[in-house]
């Protein structure tokens, strides 16, 4: 690769860090979103650039030119959404050989990348090459790869190329942990504040259930694989700081262990909060998502481990992620995905930025990966037939 197109790639990404492509800000998440589609439109490539858009979240599928395949054999996954920053995070730097900017790790470079080895591949590779792209992935995903999912979208194996490596660290998520999102309510009785007795206090109420569940789910000291249920906000219904208020909200955000049997539907999960306090009540599911799990075993996997460690000169890990992305969708239809991204530091903090010279690495391994699957007998296919 050419300084020069080393150079196109650096800038490519620092134009699309300039977007402000978060979930308040439409307009930003449609412009990146064509941003990126025009990419693959200048590539010059004959493609098929499958559109889909839910709840005004825009998101892709592109394939070599033709009819949808049944089955993928590889998909490429990309997020271009992004958490809010402040406007100097939306200006990018290089700085002592770090590129700093919001989304730089999370993920709008690696989907830059992926977006660019799909053009150069996709008519090359013996096989169905896809690329998705969607602008949803920090607002739970349900808009985009959630949606392209329901939509019939499979694949032998998912590469979703999101965020979750340090600089320290050489790993491959196959497996994250499923997701409940969840608001509890409880119900009591407004009255005075300076006559509590007589109300029902439904902010008590929710205190009461909290400090139950924090009994039966302490948070852990350091990373577990084992489930965790947080709470991430508690809402009255008082209006006035002098009223007992007669409703309470809890929002709770799980993440569970694959097999735990408090998860396996959403009649478990009620259960389990009923069985820690009868007064909970389950007034939204917000999200229940199933675990991804790759087998460690699995060829494609193996073939992206050994890439990696080939590239990088180091040995990969499998791990189980304990936050997870868009593979999740995949897992819950029986999918092989998994999540490799470029290493940074600081994701959705202050301070976001990834090694420049991590850009060229990242893009040498999944380079070597696709061709690796060319020339691999067990794992090259002739293209499958297109449907409709």
């Not at 790639?9 to 990146?32: F, M, Y």
């Not at 290089?94 to 660019?116: E, F």
């Not at 139950?212 to 219904?237: M, N």
Request: net charge negative; proline share 5%.
């Amino acid at each position: 690769m050419s300084p020069q197109q080393n150079d196109d790639l650096l800038h490519t990404i620092q134009e699309l860090i300039k977007i402000e492509s978060t979930a308040a800000n439409p307009e930003g998440l449609r412009a990146a979103y064509h941003y990126v589609k025009l990419l693959l439109i200048q590539s010059g490539k004959d493609l098929t650039i499958e559109e889909f858009e839910q709840n005004g979240k825009p998101s892709l599928l592109a394939y070599r030119k033709g009819r949808r395949p049944e089955k993928f054999h590889i998909i490429v996954n990309g997020h271009l959404d992004v958490v809010p920053g402040t406007p100097e995070q939306f200006v990018p730097v290089v700085r002592d050989g770090k590129l700093y900017g919001r989304g730089v790790c999370d993920m709008k470079a690696a989907a830059v990348i992926l977006a660019n080895l799909f053009c150069e591949y996709v008519d090359q590779v013996p096989y169905d090459l896809g690329l998705q792209i969607v602008t949803d992935e920090e607002s739970a995903g349900h808009d985009g790869t959630m949606h392209q999912v329901e939509q019939g979208v499979r694949a032998d194996f998912v590469l979703c190329g999101d965020c979750g490596r340090t600089t320290s660290n050489h790993i491959i998520a196959n497996q994250a942990k499923g997701m409940v999102s969840v608001r509890v309510a409880f119900h009591g009785q407004a009255s005075h504040g300076a006559y509590p007795w007589r109300g029902d206090n439904a902010a008590l109420k929710a205190a009461d259930f909290i400090q139950k569940l924090h009994a039966r789910y302490p948070t852990p000291a350091e990373a577990t694989s084992d489930t965790t249920i947080t709470v991430t906000s508690i809402v009255t219904a008082a209006t006035s700081i002098t009223q007992v208020p007669a409703a309470a909200v809890a929002t709770l955000d799980a993440r569970y262990a694959a097999g735990d049997p408090h998860f396996v539907n959403k009649a478990s999960f009620s259960a389990l909060l009923a069985s820690i306090d009868p007064a909970a009540v389950i007034q939204e599911f917000i999200d229940f998502s199933a675990p991804m799990q790759t087998s460690p075993r699995d060829p494609l996997l193996l073939q992206l481990k050994a890439t990696a460690e080939a590239v990088e000169g180091a040995e990969f890990s499998f791990i189980t992620n304990n936050g997870t992305g868009d593979g999740r969708f995949y897992g819950a239809v029986g999918v092989p995905a998994c999540e490799f991204g470029i290493p940074g530091e600081g994701q959705h903090s202050a301070n976001e930025y990834i090694p420049v010279s991590a850009l060229y690495t990242y893009r040498d391994t999944l380079r070597a990966f696709l061709q690796r699957t060319m020339t691999a007998t067990t794992l090259a296919k002739p293209a499958a037939a297109v449907t409709a």
